[in-house]
């Protein structure tokens, strides 16, 4: 209890510690979500070039801009031209109806329709591309509905022909693609990984850079884990069920359930920021090389790109990192109503505190000390 209770004075004396542990949490929190406000990506800015200029087109063109995700910004003649194209700074899609094509359905002859895009912004391209992709087969349906119409004599044998399988997509998670579910939770997992592992990591440097003893070295460890696995669960709750409510991202599971992951999360953190820390002799030295490894850790944890078309040995060196099962983990829990791989997620917590508790005491028997121990 001694030990705890020294572990605490000094968190609460040092308030560049205090700042980062409790401060950039609510900063980043409140603030962060702001630009995903819209959430849902809608309205993308689309470019038609008519060359055949007919009723045909015109109604489809009108069947596209009715598309809650797309926005036709413009209508040319001719064919796509890139320099054209430029010049609509928010244009990000195109689609080309070429001409003859009222000749070739009237002669029941298949037409090719170009469409595409600016590929910059993955979720914009596909989303777009989607629903274009959407409006055509529409269109296509209702083609081939008449056809089928017209050689069948009744609605029912030619709705079948025309569509022979009815595909049913359903969404299991972020099923309206927005930024603000997709995004917004995982970086706040993210938060709560680098928030532990800055302060931790001030916490160790502290020590030697004041020459101070850091203490018997098991109970340090166990007030440590005591301290900042609260620290990490209080954020948790924080982010999960205050701040993503608040900013209209629901979720389903319930208050144990979110434990059941949130606990092995944060003590993997906890242990792997305990190991990472050994290395650090001044208390800058743990801001200095944290804050640049904050965006690698998110890309390796499968964000920006899926984990698994990533390079192998990438892919052995995310799972070593505690965000990466956690923010997969949580998300599952939290939005899926999936059960993750429990069993990951302790041993890797059980992998890193062992590891901590071992390299610390190698490091403090083989550290002279010359200032008694005082907070």
């Known amino acids: 209890m001694k030990t705890l209770i020294q572990e605490l004075a000094w968190l609460f004396r040092h308030k560049g510690a205090l700042i980062i542990l409790l401060g950039a949490p609510i900063l980043y929190a409140l603030f962060y979500p702001l630009p995903y406000q819209h959430a849902v990506v809608d309205d993308i800015p689309l470019v038609v070039w008519d060359d055949e200029q007919s009723n045909t087109t015109r109604d489809w063109i009108n069947q596209l801009d009715a598309s809650a995700k797309l926005n036709v910004i413009a209508t040319l003649p001719g064919e796509p031209n890139t320099q054209v194209f430029d010049r609509f700074s928010n244009a990000q899609l195109f689609i080309h109806f070429p001409k003859g094509l009222d000749k070739n359905l009237a002669s029941q002859q298949q037409t090719v329709i170009a469409y595409g895009g600016k590929a910059d912004n993955f979720l914009v391209y596909s989303e777009g591309v989607k629903s274009m992709s959407l409006v055509l087969a529409h269109i296509n349906q209702s083609l081939a509905l008449k056809a089928f119409y017209f050689s069948e004599g009744n609605a029912v044998t030619a709705s079948a022909a025309a569509q022979p399988i009815e595909v049913n997509v359903t969404p299991l998670f972020n099923a309206d693609s927005s930024y603000m579910q997709y995004l917004v939770p995982s970086v706040f997992i993210l938060i709560v990984q680098q928030v532990l592992m800055m302060t931790l990591g001030m916490h160790w440097g502290y020590r030697f850079e004041m020459d ?64 990472v820390s050994v290395l650090f002799k001044e208390q800058e030295s743990a801001i200095i090389w944290l804050l640049p490894l904050s965006v690698p850790i998110m890309l390796m944890a499968g964000i920006s790109w899926p984990n698994f078309a990533m390079a192998s040995w990438v892919q052995v060196l995310a799972q070593c990192i505690p965000s990466t099962w956690g923010m997969n983990a949580l998300i599952d829990v939290a939005f899926i109503g999936h059960l993750p791989n429990y069993k990951v997620g302790w041993t890797g917590a059980f992998i890193w505190l062992s590891l901590a508790l071992c390299v610390r005491k190698i490091v403090v028997d083989r550290v002279p000390v010359v200032a008694p121990s005082i907070v």
């Open 212 to 275: 101070r003893d850091v203490g018997p070295v098991f109970y340090v460890w166990l007030a440590h884990i005591a301290i900042y696995s609260l620290q990490g669960l209080a954020l948790i709750v924080f982010f999960f069920r205050i701040m993503l409510p608040l900013q209209g991202v629901p979720y389903t599971a319930d208050g144990l359930r979110l434990l059941s992951v949130a606990l092995p999360f944060v003590l993997a953190v906890v242990g792997f920021a305990m190991v």
